[in-house]
């Protein structure tokens, strides 16, 4: 872990990835449990402050607008269903929100929902800057780590677990955006998550 | 699906969390992950791991009537959240019979919101270090020992690649059953087998055995036996 890694500047970027970590963190538990009370206005209040960063991502794996803004729905009545679990699981609220998303997003993309949106106009979204001065700063004190171990990665290890992770891409799609036997992109895969785990945690 | 391996599960977990495990084995996953507390887990230090690689994509605002639809959906199962105000000018017995109408609605909401917490659960044990004077955890139960929860106390210490497990010690004299591996912080609730819960029904007494991250891999305690406690009898 690097102690007090010194920030950029990530003025204007949604709250959710706000360099203020640990406020944002308490904020977003307390906005979680009172939801677990039932209290809707706090799930608007989350909605405010996540659904912009939370729809980017999906947005990203579902490639259409309105099948990702309808997922987003889905996401929210989750949110509302299953805030009294959160408490237990004492992680950080931003990748538990996140995580709900991104399931969402993958399981959307897999089924038969998303064939109707075929002929639904793709979102035009810029390139993912990979390869050095990647844009992290949006992403939060805990990111310096994950950037810095990320770098680190050989470029297909890189490419290969954004490409899942961020779009959503399963090994096949990644095989065929490669031109990568399904077998070298796998190992790319695996390989590429146990480094990251053993530099995250040294 | 039975993978006892510790590298195994991690790497099921990281292959879930990036979305590249799919179709039946993402599905199987899923359930196991809601079953078992230790491959939970590790998918949430995935979650954590990764989380930063989505939150670099700039945001994007969604259209006005995504939350309007929210509100819909959740509204339906938000429950009446106020209570009829009583007439202006009622008589006294129009009083009395909202005051008891209202107390019906309130004391009905109270078991309902109760059941919807989940089950009623009592003690079950305590379990003490010797010479120690915090408990290291508090056992409850619901009453048909279906769903057991796990406190973790101040006397519960974490051991780096160690997990702590807890066992059903049958008064039969037959081997000690597991119970799952339980946290040295915060709490864990789960649903027993039925396996799980016969064992727990013979068993007077119940223990906690140190084993390797993920619990024991043989079904039977490899560890030191830590804690021992006496189960609490049945009020």
Redesign the interface.
Known sequence: MAPNAPQNSAAG??P??APDVDTEDLELTRLIAACAA?N?QA??QL?DRT???L???M??ILKR?ALA?EA??DV??SI??RA?QFE?????P???L??IA??RA?DVL?SERAELYREAEIEQLPQ?VTEGG???A???R??AA??RC?ERLSPDQRRG??L???E????ADIARVTQQPLGTVKSW??RG??S??QC?ER | MKHDDPKMIDALAAEYVLGTLSGRARRRFERWRSREWHVERRVQAWEERLSGLALRLPPMRPSPHVWSQIEKRIGANAGPRTAPAPPQRASRWQAVAASVALLVVLVGGFFMYRSMLGPQLQPLATLTAQNATEPAWDLSADKDLRHLRARAGAGATAQAGKSYELWALPDNGSAPVSLGVIPAIGEIDRELTDAQRAALRGSSKVAVSLEPEGGSTTGAPTGPVLFVAERVKPA
């Open positions: 970027r949604s959710i990835a039932r809707s799930l608007r909605y659904a912009p960063q729809l980017a991502c947005v990203r607008r803004e987003l729905q929210f009545v509302w269903q009294g237990s699981r004492r992680g950080r931003r990748a538990w996140m995580s991104r399931y993958i897999r993912l990647s844009d992290w949006g992403a939060g805990s990111a994950l950037a990320f677990i954004e899942a992770f961020v959503g891409a399963s090994h895969i695996r998550l146990a990251l785990r995250l």
